[in-house]
């Protein structure tokens, strides 16, 4: 039985996306660096779990039972950063100071001075185990809290994701939900030319896992998926949602450079124009 | 100083303890309880005890996350594998956010043995000094590190405490008490200051009983605690015996003897010699045949006492 939004939800998530998606833009124009490819692939994931999922809020950062969520692929900062400050969390005039001298918001997240990052990341590989740590210490102090990571595709060529896979069914886990943002694009071209990952789903369910696979634009497909994955026992649950790198950007849409590019001036306000085109 | 036990041995027993006092305590190893002791952990608290199998990075990394939702985990493995193979796990998910883990290392320095040098980490010291927001603690008996284990616990931020395969006679008494960025002065004397740490600091002791014959007056300071390192000991033992001699089972380059050099050079310039590995790779052989052959005895820290002195007066 699907799970499905409700039609205000559906509305309040495509706009939140857009507004996410416009500062993803223009925060990584005006840092002049940056990786905007990856966060709006990530986007719409990013809305339905702040939206309509997480029990988090910025006057409860620190509470013991809030959710967590761990950008494994921390070079997604701006999605993250854009998130908070949707959600509150953050200034969103703040969200310009990215990269920037004495500014919060780091190239990659940095837990200590921003409430509502979970844990610091950005070297690739090591998101996933901090989120069994999280998961763990929840079944230890009995408390119904749940953990989130997403993980980017070219990042499941790192060791050490296999190592937490093995980690997180062996020890049962399934407080632990994990997307891969299967963008299918890596720094140096298509991941199954880099250094193939694939077949992803097969590779999560060997290594024991609940495996779901979702287009990962589709709001009722990802808060399904979330739905259902609350409902497995003693497994971990991956979430393969299949992505379009710089998704909402159209010229961005599939294009490897974007990966790690900032736009121009000119650029920036005409991928802003093609994002308000999209219909909320 | 009857009394022989390693200092992993005492890790175990302490970690027991301190689990059976604080609930909050977790541990995780990667497929070496039995090595690094923590078994008797294990044995005592079933349920917060985790073998991550042979997978120190992850591990580094779930010690990471509990810590992060409140928890204190100690981690435990060779320090070749904490230190080395999960290197930027520790810097980049623990130090960097300055996480409440503590990393316990056992089977440091050439002392491991029959394993050779594969196993015998000699570099540690100084990758784990070289991070910020770290704290390295290398106790040199079982009462201190019994209170190196209480004061990481009661600490918060990452530590590191680098213990031993090979039995350590007790140089401390029961009354002792260890503290952080402090060295303990074991014998005082005027000629030269020999600063030890972990199993070299009893050889350091004995080595100063024979520099009495000789004529020359040594001071030795136990230098558990490499980083924060006690300044003001090292300043004073400059300034007041006018030569230095440091021992550590642990490369000549990065380790006790950089910290306490850095030191001296900065604010109080003397002799200064530095009994350690000499920047070679051990090899297999009893923990005894291996710290005579690669000159980390007691006779090495009179020769290099008393070429200390000699540069003193040249």
């Given amino acids: 039985m699907t799970q499905k939004l409700t039609p205000q939800q559906l509305t309040e998530l495509a706009g939140r996306a857009k507004s996410i998606r416009r500062n993803i833009v223009r925060m990584v124009t005006e840092a002049k660096s940056g990786h905007p490819g990856g966060s709006l692939s990530a986007t719409d994931i990013m809305s339905v779990l702040y939206f309509a999922e997480m029990n988090v809020a910025p006057d409860k950062a620190h509470d013991a039972d809030r959710d967590r969520f761990v950008l494994s692929k921390g070079h997604a900062a701006p999605v993250l950063y854009a998130t908070l400050a949707e959600k509150g969390f953050l200034p969103a005039e703040e969200l310009l100071t990215l990269r920037k001298i004495d500014s919060r918001l780091q190239g990659h997240p940095e837990m200590k001075n921003i409430p509502g990052v979970d844990m610091s990341t950005g070297s690739l590989g090591q998101g996933l185990s901090a989120a069994n740590g999280m998961a763990l210490a929840a079944k230890l102090d009995a408390r119904d809290y749940r953990v989130y990571a997403l993980l980017g595709d070219g990042e499941l060529e790192e060791g050490q994701i296999w190592e937490a896979a093995m980690f997180a069914a062996h020890y049962k886990l399934d407080n632990l939900t994990a997307f891969v943002d299967f963008n299918g694009l890596q720094i140096d071209g298509p991941v199954a030319e880099v250094m193939s990952p694939l077949p992803i789903p097969e590779k999560w369910q060997a290594f024991g896992w609940n495996v779901l696979v979702i287009d990962g634009h589709d709001y009722n497909a990802i808060y399904d998926a979330i739905q259902t994955a609350k409902t497995v026992k003693d497994k971990p649950t991956m979430i393969v949602a299949k992505t379009i790198k710089g998704k909402g950007v159209c010229q961005m849409e599939n294009v490897v450079d974007w990966h790690g590019k900032a736009p121009s001036r000119e650029e920036c306000d005409l991928f802003l124009s093609v994002l308000e085109g999209i219909e909320d | 100083m ?6 992993r041995e005492a890790y175990g027993l302490a970690l027991k303890d301190l689990g059976d006092r604080n609930k909050n305590v977790v541990v995780l190893d990667a497929d070496l309880s039995k090595s690094t002791k923590t078994n008797v952990f294990a044995k005592a608290h079933p349920d917060r005890f985790f073998n991550v199998g042979i997978a120190e990075q992850n591990m580094m990394g779930v010690a990471a996350g509990l810590a992060a939702a409140g928890k204190i985990p100690f981690v435990s493995t060779f320090a070749m594998f904490a230190t080395g193979r999960a290197f930027e796990q520790v810097r980049n998910s623990i130090c960097y956010p300055q996480l409440n883990v503590k990393i316990a290392a056992t089977h440091a320095g050439l002392t491991v043995g029959e394993d050779g040098a594969s196993h015998q980490s000699i570099e540690d010291i100084a990758i784990m000094r070289v991070v910020p927001n770290m704290t390295v603690i290398v106790p040199a008996d079982a009462i201190e590190t019994k209170q190196a284990i209480d004061f990481a616990a009661a600490h918060k931020g990452p530590v590191y405490i680098r213990l031993g395969r090979a039995a350590v006679p007790n140089v401390f008494g029961e009354a002792y008490e260890f503290r952080i960025g402090k060295a303990a002065l074991l014998t005082d004397g005027t000629d030269v200051t020999i600063i030890a740490c972990g199993v070299m600091v009893a050889p350091a002791r004995h080595a100063a009983e024979a520099l009495i014959s000789q004529g020359i007056s040594a001071r030795v300071l136990d230098m558990a605690s490499i980083k924060p390192i006690d300044k003001e000991a090292i300043i004073a033992a400059a300034r007041e015996t006018g030569a230095i001699v440091t021992c550590e089972e642990h490369s000549i380059i990065g380790g006790l003897g950089s910290a306490v050099a850095e030191v ?27 710290l005579k052959k690669y000159n980390l005895t007691e006779e090495a820290i009179v020769a290099a006492a008393k070429k200390a002195v000699s540069r003193k007066k040249a």
């Fill in chain 2, 264 to 290: 001296v050079v900065e604010h109080a310039p003397v002799p200064l010699e530095r009994v350690g590995v000499m920047d070679t790779f051990g090899e297999s052989g009893t923990p005894g045949d291996l």
């Fill in chain 2, 2 to 7: 009857g009394n022989q036990l390693a200092t």
